[in-house]
Each structure stands twice: as C-alpha cells, then as structure tokens.
C-alpha cells in the first residue's frame, strides 16, 4: 500500500442502477484503467419473450481525449439459467467480494 495518488494504477468511482428486476445499469466515472470519463453499461433481458437465459447490453464509453467514443452491443448466454438480471448481477457481485476478501 501507498499513500501517494501517484502510485494508484485504477481510480473508479462506480454505480450500480436496478431500473426493474431484469434492467441492470452499470455507471464508470474516471476509469483510468481503460482511459474513459465516463463509461455506461445497460443490461437486459426480455424473459416473457425468450426466457431469462439470455442477456443482452448496450454501453457507451466517453474518453479524456477529443473524439474517442466507444460504442458496444452484448450478448450473452448462461445454459438453464431461470432467475432475474438482478438476482445474478447480486450473486455475482457476492462471490467474488467472498473471493477477493
């Protein structure tokens, strides 16, 4: 550990959105990490039309420079997966703080 900024490899500040139990917005302020300013991340799912194994998302990302811009489309699919973009952001976010610390 360093008690000086200059040592810091990741400076983040961050929040997490629950819009309804299957809309899930993820917010990246001054990721250095990536160069970003700002970094959005929506993720959804559509269970009453394909079910809750697939989730999709749209981010946006603003870097510190002029004109750099990220746009980005996901997909992902988890097999037999039955629950909620909010239950499994949550597990999720609880195995790995139980990994990690």
Known sequence: MSDELSDLNDLN??????????IHLDIDLLDSSDDSVIFATLNFQAPEFIGNEWQFSLSYGEGFWEDDHQWGIGVKYTLDYNDTLKRFYRNYSTNIKSFFF
């Open 13 to 22: 500040i961050y929040t997490n959105i629950y819009f309804t139990d299957n």
